[in-house]
Structures are given as C-alpha cells and as structure tokens.
C-alpha cells in the first residue's frame, strides 16, 4: 500500500508557471506507476499525464500536451508534474495517483491509490 501526498499549488496568472510534487510514503516507489488528473468545478475528473515505473515513459492529454511535464524521482519517492503557460481553464483540483500496473494509464479506474488534491486557480 501507498500513500500520496501532494503538495505545491496555489493561485497564479495566466501564462504563469506552478511545480505540484506528490510525495509516496514506503519504500517500493518504483513498483508503481504515476498518474496525474484533475477537477474542475462542475466536471468529472479528468486524466492529465501518467509515467511509468521508470520515469523512461510519459503520456498526456491533448489539452496539456506542450505545457505541462510529468516526471518523477524514484530516489525520492516523488512525481511532480510542471505546469507551464498556464491558462484559466487548467483550474482545478488536481490529484495524483498509484498503481500497480506495467506501463502507462489513462483512465480513474485503472488506479487504486489517490491522494486529497491540491488547488490549482489561474487568473486571467
């Protein structure tokens, strides 16, 4: 079992840049890959990027695709996920996630572990 914490949200303008780090407690970081998704008001969740177990494999969303880099540090036991241009409509609650699975995943229901979200409010 794992648990996920992330961390550096906050409110920034649009164009601007936020780093959100996800922090996994236990010692078999590695055994799991990493998802990011997110909330917005009104909205279901929706998937962002994932990564593999080695960090050697990324994939995301067509909306974010260009401005947003998800990586991770397996030394570590954390993923982040790098925002940049940001823009209102990356407002949102955003989560990361766990699993256990090889390769990569796109869909809510392919992972098992969650953390509580962190805020994420662009001005514009």
């Known amino acids: 079992q794992v648990q996920l914490v992330e961390s550096g949200g906050g409110l920034v303008q649009a164009g601007g840049s936020l780093r959100l780090s996800c922090a996994a407690s236990?010692?078999?970081?590695?055994?799991?890959?990493m998802g990011w998704f997110r909330q917005a008001p009104g909205k279901e969740r929706e998937f962002v990027a994932t990564i593999n177990r080695s960090g050697g494999s990324t994939y995301y969303a067509d909306s974010v695709k260009g401005r947003f880099t998800i990586s991770r540090d397996n030394a570590k036991n954390t993923a982040y996920l790098q925002m940049n241009n940001l823009k209102p409509e990356d407002t949102a609650v955003y989560y990361c996630a766990a699993d256990k699975h090889y390769g990569l995943g796109s869909s809510l229901d392919e992972y098992d572990y969650w953390g509580q979200g962190t805020q994420v409010t662009v001005s514009s």
């Open positions: 236990g010692r078999t970081f590695t055994s799991y890959r």
